[in-house]
T-cell receptor, first 115, second 117 residues
Framework: DAGITQSPRHKVTETGTPVTLRCHQT?????MYWYRQDPGHGLRLIHYSYGVKDTDKGEVSDGYSVSRSKTEDFLLTLESATSSQTSVYFC??????????????FGPGTRLLVL | TQLLEQSPQFLSIQEGENLTVYCNSS?????LQWYRQEPGEGPVLLVT?????EVKKLKRLTFQFGDARKDSSLHITAAQPGDTGLYLC?????????????????FGQGTILTVHP
């Protein structure tokens, strides 16, 4: 299994509070991704990173920001959490050195509830 | 934006039955992947198909990539309760569309499969 951890695994917070989710990898993979998973929507890309300090928006980036100061860590921040951001958040990694660079390895997920 | 339509969304069958899950798009993909996800865990890759018309088999699972690389199917023969889970298809953008994909994927909505003993 790819070495990907996410923290926290579960979080309950209140509307309007900031929340930061952490993804940590030990694989030295260049690409990292944050997704949210909601019933009926599969996985939707929030933000992704293609290198240290290189990030870009995905299809559902509003209300989220990211940072990547080290290869191994990718942080997702909800500046002011809203109930619509209640979801399960997954981090994934991939490497352009792989035969199929689009093969993604997923973390265990963070379940976030915004009250 | 490339979209993947996955069907059916839910599938409930008895052990021993066969089933097929479909993944369709109007866009061409350079490759297509199938993932399986169990409750409380992240998706895990089952297979990647890259050539139009390609068929890959993984024990009782058969994966096919359409000739035009716009669609794919997953067929399970003699389903078992251990096959229960969420199945997701995901497509990698066509490189002829320009730019660098950075490994990004477009996911279908998923198919929740329940196999009853």
């Amino acid at each position: 299994d790819a070495g990907i951890t996410q923290s926290p695994r579960h979080k309950v917070t209140e509307t309007g509070t900031p929340v930061t989710l952490r993804c940590h990898q030990t694989e030295n993979h260049r690409y990292m991704y944050w997704y949210r998973q909601d019933p009926g929507h599969g996985l939707r890309l929030i933000h992704y990173s293609y290198g240290v300090k290189d990030t870009d928006k995905g299809e559902v980036s509003d209300g989220y920001s990211v940072s990547r100061s080290k290869t191994e860590d990718f942080l997702l921040t909800l500046e002011s959490a809203t109930s619509s951001q209640t979801s399960v958040y997954f981090c994934a990694i991939s490497s352009p050195r792989d035969t199929f660079q689009e093969t993604q390895y997923f973390g265990p997920g963070t379940r976030l509830l915004v009250l | 934006t490339q979209l993947l339509e996955q069907s059916p969304q839910f599938l409930s069958i008895q052990e021993g039955e066969n089933l097929t899950v479909y993944c369709n798009s109007s866009s061409v993909f350079s490759s297509l992947q199938w993932y399986r996800q169990e409750p409380g865990e992240g998706p895990v890759l089952l297979v990647t198909v890259v050539t139009g018309g390609e068929v890959k088999k993984l024990k009782r699972l058969t994966f096919q990539f359409g000739d035009a690389r716009k669609d794919s199917s997953l067929h399970i023969t003699a389903a078992q309760p251990g096959d229960t889970g969420l199945y997701l298809c995901a497509g990698s953008p066509n490189p002829n569309a320009g730019g660098t994909s950075y490994g990004k994927l477009t996911f279908g909505q998923g198919t929740i499969l329940t196999v009853h003993p």
